[in-house]
């Protein structure tokens, strides 16, 4: 019993010689389907793709070279083998078939034996090919299926980073009068202006995760001053400036480029662009950059923050002292930058207010902090 060895498409202007090359391919066990020009062979291909196509030479509108060169100019059609039937065995010929596309040839009268082994030869190099196209289809869905397993792993590492930065962070905000939330407030305040500034995503992220660890160097100042709750008399004020040096020291010699940023920012943080801020007396632009937005976000930060001795300032206050001290305390630019943004600060400090709460604030618009068309589902 015969069983189906491949699809052959056979284009022959010649009704007899069709009838025996089919009669032929059958007897083979090839399923075959017949067309009597180029035209129509390129039609019946296009609706069903053959496997092989047997050509032999045409009259009429389209000659055989012209049938090749369409059916290789097209995406899908063009690895289908392609074997000529043809009298003629002049090399020029020839030459001019195989330019156009021809895969191979059979010199007529055709025997039935060299036939089957052409057509298998060539059936075998499709299949393989076939394969191969298929392999690369498969890798390359693999490649994209891991890179985004990859990238959603690295992604909850970083997120498992950040948390960790964020809880050691408290632990020197923890005996200061703010619990912990500082850190992240003010952290996320600092990458957003980083950001409105213009600076690149690489950059903004690495202040994002070193901005928490500004006042690191609490963990190095005693209690007795860090909690005291009246004012710090001068020798006292001296001491707790020392948290700048401590905490850069602690921070210094990182192989964490974001590490390293932290060191910096610890330093600066409490410089001012006029000079007269502390550990250095540094001013202007020779405060490294990060220093200066984290200065910025620490201070709005402060006073949108309930104290012991006095409740939080409401943000248009804030942001009026924050204006105040442009081209003083703070970076003009950055001053800019963050006014600039007022909208996105707005609907984080109320985020942070909602989550704080154990109910939603009276005065907080849901809209602001999950935009209108989540609010109105």
């Known amino acids: 019993m015969l069983t189906k060895k491949g699809q052959i498409l056979v284009i022959d202007s010649d009704n007899c010689s069709l009838s025996l090359t089919e009669a032929m391919l059958c007897s083979l066990g090839y399923q075959v389907t017949l067309a009597h020009s180029g035209s129509e062979g390129l039609e019946k291909v296009s609706r069903s793709a053959a496997d ?54 059979l010199t007529k009268p055709v025997e039935e034996a060299e036939v089957q082994a052409r057509l298998n030869s060539l059936l075998k190099v499709k299949a393989y090919h076939e394969h191969m196209l298929s392999f690369q289809t498969e890798v390359e869905a693999e490649v994209v299926r891991r890179t985004e397993a990859l990238a959603k792993a690295l992604e909850k590492i970083k997120a498992a980073s950040l948390d960790t930065v964020y809880r050691l962070s408290r632990a020197a905000e923890y005996k200061d ?49 860090l909690q005291k709750p009246g004012k710090l008399e001068p020798d006292e004020w001296t001491i707790m400036r020392q948290h700048t040096i401590i905490g850069s020291e602690i921070l210094k010699d990182a192989s964490a480029d974001f590490i390293k940023l932290a060191s910096s920012i610890a330093l600066s943080h409490h410089e001012k662009w006029d000079g007269s801020g502390y550990p250095q007396g540094t001013k202007s632009t020779d405060i490294p950059i990060a220093g200066r937005i984290v200065a910025l976000a620490d201070v709005f930060d402060a006073l949108t ?7 939080a300032m409401p943000m248009e206050k804030a942001l009026s002292i924050i204006r105040e001290g442009r081209g003083s305390h703070f970076d003009p630019e950055l001053v800019d930058a963050f006014c600039s ?5 707005r609907a984080e400090l109320k985020w942070w207010k909602f989550l704080s709460s154990d109910s939603t604030p009276a005065d907080m618009d849901l809209s602001d902090l999950f935009g209108e068309s989540e609010t109105s589902k």
Do not use: C
């Open 305 to 311: 923050s309930d104290r012991v001795y006095r409740p």
């Open 52 to 105: 092989l196509i047997l050509l032999d030479v045409l009259t009429g509108e389209m000659n055989e070279f012209e049938v090749v060169r369409r059916l290789k100019e097209n995406a899908t059609t063009k690895v289908i083998p392609v074997i000529v039937m043809t009298a003629v065995t002049a090399a020029e010929a020839r030459a001019k078939a195989l330019a156009a596309g021809v895969d191979d040839f």
């Open 177 to 225: 009068e703010d619990t912990g939330a500082h850190v992240q407030r003010m952290s996320h305040y600092s990458s957003a202006m980083a950001r409105a500034k213009g600076f690149d995503d690489e950059f903004v992220e690495r202040v994002l995760w070193a901005a928490p660890m500004h006042d690191i160097g609490k963990i190095g100042i005693p209690d007795r001053i």
């Open 341 to 345: 943004i007022e909208d996105e600060i």
